[in-house]
């Protein structure tokens, strides 16, 4: 995550993003753990993308591939998904890999995924693996030439793929990238993105945030601030646990715990906030087509007047 935090914050554009990431793959490599105070680690797989141009950038340690996406629909998912095919890589890749004992002249064309994965399955035929349920849902939602976030949202709400582990998502978000950006031109339009700040997407409402002048952000989605005394700082680090839940969270388990028993007010909630997002993306897409300069003071208190609403369900 600290690669995207970095990425995000040094590169104006998806090629840009990508390179602040593979320079910093190549000079650091990549570690630590996936969770505070565990030893769970794995290496990463991005899709960076922006209104113009997007890419799959793939890793081994510091080896890496991308591969620029011109058409179609992609997704990436726990395994490793370019395999000969690739525009960029690190450098002397195939040179270093061999002198390693990975690859050898003799296996053929240089595949990515079947050099660096630990047990190798062609991602492509792999049929109920979650990253072909996630590119079968993909190309089966955009077949009609239409795509939305409502659409999105439905794929990342979906359990029998695995895609959503509702246990384990801890969060999702959908982000709307126009091919015009607003600051770009007249009669541009920003970027959307919708979070749900809780886990479960099943069972969460997404949340619209729009980059504008003076945005609201509220407290609901803030994490207690330990400061000094924060056990991430304090070394060695990571000896006590703390409260880390935001308030928003907190409400959205009580939530959880009673849809989990079939209580009638758990239902009720749950109906009232689909109806809620519903209408909500439907009032942001009418905002956004007819977006302009005086459109930025509807839009700067959406994403906290959307949390307020719903932490009230929650009460």
């Known amino acids: 995550m600290d690669l995207v935090r970095l990425g995000l914050e040094r590169g104006s554009t998806a090629r840009k993003s990508l390179d602040v990431i593979t320079s910093l793959l190549e000079a650091h490599g990549q570690g630590g753990s996936c969770s505070e105070g565990g030893n769970w680690a794995y290496h990463n797989s991005f899709i960076i993308a922006d209104g113009q141009e997007a890419w799959v950038l793939e890793t081994a340690g ?36 061999t002198a390693k004992g990975l690859y050898k002249d003799s296996d053929g064309p240089f595949n990515f ?71 770009a031109g007249a009669n ?58 935001h308030q928003l969270l907190k409400g959205h388990e009580k939530f959880l715990e009673l849809i989990g028993r079939d209580d009638p007010k758990g239902l009720m909630i749950q109906q009232n906030i689909k109806e809620l997002e519903s209408n909500c993306i439907a009032d942001v897409e009418e905002i956004l087509k007819n977006f302009d300069e005086s459109s930025y003071v509807k839009v700067a208190q959406l994403f906290q007047h959307m949390c307020s609403i719903e932490a009230n369900f929650y009460k």
């Open 62 to 97: 510091p080896f890496w591939v991308a591969e620029k996406i011109t058409e179609g629909v992609r997704n990436i998912s726990n395994q490793l998904s370019i395999t000969t095919k690739f525009d960029l890589s690190s450098a002397a890749l195939v040179e270093k890999a």
């Open 113 to 183: 995924a079947k050099v660096f994965e630990e047990s190798y399955v062609d991602p492509f035929l792999e049929n109920h693996s979650r990253f072909c349920n996630g590119r079968r849902l993909l190309k089966q939602l955009s077949e009609g030439g239409k795509f939305g976030v409502a659409d999105m949202m439905t794929i990342l709400r979906d359990e029998d793929s695995g895609i959503n582990m509702t246990d384990g998502t801890r969060g999702s978000q959908v982000s709307m990238l126009p091919s015009s950006v607003a600051g």
């Open 188 to 245: 541009t339009v920003p970027c959307c993105h919708w979070l749900t700040a809780t886990p479960d997407p099943g069972a969460s409402m997404f949340k619209p945030f729009i980059f504008c002048p003076n945005p609201g952000f509220g407290t609901m989605t803030v994490s207690p601030d330990y400061g000094n005394e924060d056990p991430r700082i304090i070394k060695p680090r990571f000896q006590k646990s703390v409260e880390r839940r």
